[in-house]
């Protein structure tokens, strides 16, 4: 199994900026793609972005966090990033890591705790 934990939330101002980090254990064979999902009190989860773990190293961004958010990952630290600038109000939400892949016929998706982000109004 793989265990995601995420930190790095917390409390700040409208224009400024947090790094989310999702430290990433156990046995990792067949997982390809990490991404850092949110969902706001009543709303549905949604993905923010997106990162392969293969070589090509394919990046996505959900519309309303381009230019904004940048997702990265540290193969040294076993660690994946959200880069989080010029926070707006409406960013606030529990934003969890998720990672999924497949092993011959076998599916993985794994989730972490989750990790609050409040952005004053």
């Known amino acids: 199994q793989v265990q995601l934990v995420e930190s790095g939330g917390g409390l700040v101002q409208p224009g400024g900026s947090l790094r989310l980090s999702c430290a990433a254990s156990?046995?990792?064979?067949?997982?390809?793609?990490f991404g850092w999902y949110r969902q706001a009190p009543g709303e549905q989860r949604e993905l923010v972005a997106s990162i392969s773990l293969s070589s090509g190293g394919t990046i996505t961004y959900v519309d309303p966090v381009k230019g904004r958010f940048t997702i990265s990952k540290d193969k040294d630290k076993n660690t994946v990033y959200l880069q989080m600038n010029s926070l707006k109000p409406e960013d606030t939400a529990v934003y969890y890591c998720n990672a999924k892949g497949r092993f011959l016929k076998n599916q993985f998706d794994y989730w972490g705790q989750g990790t609050q982000v409040t952005v004053s109004s």
């Open positions: 156990g046995i990792m064979l067949g997982i390809n793609v």
